[in-house]
């Protein structure tokens, strides 16, 4: 054939554009486009076609301010990972960080500046016609009441818009719907200050948490995680290996299902179990020295909390109490915090004041509990002043309201949005059609942080830096600049961030900003503050029990944030709604958490929906029945529910803040525990969810050992050693595995072939998930919808399996995550059945998968005992499709370095082979051999807790033959002799003798 193309050419003609499977997944049925190939004239000095490039900015999805580093290929972010150089969360990355990029390539954003028109529907204006709008606006009301509402904004864009705010005679507030008032009281009526501290985990010996979810919603969760692996994991070489933690709440959270203990106290209480124990270490003298100087004057205060006197309402033992103390103060390194849900009660101000005390007399305060780094969210506005403003707004005292950066018209539904309806002029600066941009006059959309420069000031000594990973990707425009126009300046937000970085620094400013940039911002320490005893502490006596309603028939519900998608602002990105929560494992809609013995007593079954009705108003939720909520009260997410915000958002399942008020309590902030009638309504849907078996049945799928059993164990140990291949095999079954391992020029360019695998241990894993999103991005993995998910079509390469951990009498006392992805077996049971040999051992020890040669039988997932392999039911790349999984610009995400599968093939983990042939390729340019820790698969590289190790299993010096070696270590189904790449070393707790069965 004269037309024909060779190999090479073909090769090259499709590397030139650097994305050659992105650019085959996009091509139909119908007449091939005409495109024309345009290499780059001049080169740009920091690009190299088909090399990424990487850029530090700082993550906003959250006020915390962890660093990230992009990946950038041609132009285009396709990976974010945690940035080495911050202090804040030291190169990790949780799943709303992984799932950001979908926030910048979202199909729902809003794409110009849009005007209400006389028909109540938006249409499109010029910028400058918008701002001149805007201007006359600002003139006009000037003097009648002119509001800037913004979310957690403590930065350089946030005191430009004060000094606008005071130019033109308006103000500024900010708003999160959790605000932490109660942390910010309690701290004030212990010690005289509102500022938030920052805790150090990493050094605690025993950790209590009353109510503070830690790793997943509270402060810092990046940073909390890292600090509880370190003290929290099995450390056989350390002599006071492993910190106990006991959790103290109503429900148990993600941070919950991590403890050692957890303690269903009633809800309110949790503030006099920290007083009694407080009052058994002061009253025997428990305390290690030193003991502060005013703390016996806490003697009084404390004397009617004895455990015998508090034991009743709090709902355990007095002598559990006792017990609790001693272990606490013996420990010589107790650490208490208080927040999540015990601190959004109408006495959570008094609760945390409580905790302060019993972290002050064991002597915490100055040395876990660290005063003077004051975190950034402890600056914004209280619910209290937001509940302010919106009684200006319905009495028409605000003329001109903006908003950017919250959504006030979703967590307060009802009020909110009826005062919007009273103010004159509206404007939002959303990049989504949300809520409160819906109900607005004018859209001036702002560019996505991946966009846009600008810094944040998350605590006292750090200064996260942002800077434009890529050119917008709509016609969008900073804020930022947008404000600097109105106030009447000159020049970019661009230059007036540096201007404010240059004073001081004349002649060294290039060379200062260009390194600040390159390390993502500048750090540096906070001085310590010390504190004491406030001098009146008659306030910090909580209530004996919390009250509980009006009685009747209503029932306590508690409102807790998302794990994933927060308050709901995560509800738009579809790797967050299709990521299971990490206790329920319910994807894509909101449920009601209720105890088996009211389950049983109401005669509800999981799935039956439950109309919830408070003062304040109603909505109904489905059931999931689980023992990790007390029998007493009933537990919604909030997240869902919206109105608007996009497809993935919208009309999907109920918003839990229709049950709350809107009136502030005694401290400022809102409570998220209500009294509700709960109704029973005949309807019934099919629970999303992954969830398989809650226990392990003795399937040697998970392994616990007792604290003492494991401090037993040494070196060539094998508690968990299986063995069921008959003598007679076993020397065959070996002599194929090594087989195919052999030596070869090839591998780890020279020596011996490399046998790639990974340790997990299960000591550090919390199931945060994060490194499930991170395969998503990392990989393409499709997205397949609520409706696929529900028949268990999901396309996750990797899941986390929850085992719940018991007492002996059954109940809930933790549990145990497992990530579970393909375990690249040595004696693979899926390759030998594959008929086309799309199933192949590669010679490094990987189970390869040939895409262009799957025919879909499915053998080697019904021959797989691990069910890590997953089938592509359909063409979720398909333009327009049913179940497309990328529409445009969402495919832009897409990593050039992996394809993107068709209908009918059927995919697996692979290690990240991309990121292991990347490395090989490099080792091979410097002529050198492939070093330990070169390669890091993206569920390595994000894991807050560093769980996951990933190395050569022939390399002996390496840490991941280290890890494979512990004796805590097993394979998962190793009875099986599939000779698995992956070994999990068993979690550790604090009881001898636990139960997961």
Known sequence: MTDSIDRRRFLKVLGVSGAGAAALSSCGIGPEPTERLIPYLIQPEDQIPGIATYYATTCRECPAGCGVRVRVREGRAVKLEGNPDSPINRGRLCARGQAAIQGLYNPDRIHHPMVRNANGGFEAIDWDGAIQRLNA????????????????????????????????????LSYEPFGFEALRAGNRMAFGTAALPTYDFANARYLLSFGADFLDTWLSPVEFQNGFARSHAFDAGRPASMAKFVYVGPRMSLTGMNADQWIAARPGTEGTLALALAQVIVSRRLAPPPVPADAGRLSALLARHTPGAVAEAIGIEPEAIVRLAIEFASSRGGLAVAGGMATQYANGAEIVAAVNILNYVVGAVGSLVKFGADLAIGATDTFGEIAALTSEMSAGRVALLLVHGTNPAHSLPGAFQQALGKVAYKVSFSSFMDETAAACDMILPDHHPLEQWGDSRPRAGITALQQPVVQPVFDTKQTGDVVL???????????????????????TFDQFWFDALQRGGIYGDAPARAVRLAADLSAVVPPLQQEQGSGGEDQTVVVFPHPILHDGRGANKPWLQELPDPVSKIAWHSWVEVHPETAADWKLATGDFLLLKSSFGAQKFPVWITPSVRPDVLAVPTGQGHAAYGRYAQDRSANAFELLGVQPNSYGGRNFMVSATATKTGEHRKIVTTEGSPRERGRGTVEVLGVARAKSLHAGDHPFHHAETPEYAAAAVEWWAERQHEKTELGNYRGEQPRWGLAVDLAKCTGCSACITACYAENNIATVGEELMQRGREMSWLRLERYWLTDEAGEPQ????????????????????????????????LNGQVYNRCVGTRYCSNN????????????????????????????????????????????????????IRGAQNQARLEDRNVRDGDIVPACAQTCPSEAIVFGDLNDRRSEVFRLAGNPRGYHVLAGLNTKPAVTYLARVVAQDTPSHG
Request: aromatic share 12%; with cysteine; proline share 6%.
């Open 137 to 172: 606006k600002v003139a006009e009301s000037r003097g009648k009441g002119i509001v800037f509402l913004t979310g957690a904004e403590v930065s350089t864009f946030g005191d430009l818009v004060d000094d606008w705010m005071r130019q033109v005679g308006g103000r500024r």
């Open 814 to 845: 933790g549990a145990v995550n497992q990530p579970m992805m393909c375990q690249q077996c040595g004696n693979a049971p899926c390759e030998p059945v594959c008929p086309v040999y799309a199933a192949y051992h590669t010679p490094d020890g």
């Open 864 to 915: 797989c005992p691990y069910k890590v392999r997953y089938f592509n039911w359909y063409n979720y790349a398909e333009r327009g499709g049913a179940y497309e999984a990328f529409p445009e610009p969402l495919s832009m995400l897409l990593n050039p370095d992996v394809t993107v599968r068709e209908k009918g093939v059927m995919e697996k983990c692979t290690f990240c082979v991309q990121r």
């Open 485 to 507: 126009r109105l106030a009447g300046r000159t020049g970019t937000f661009q230059d007036h961030l540096q201007a404010k970085y240059r004073t001081g620094r004349q002649a």
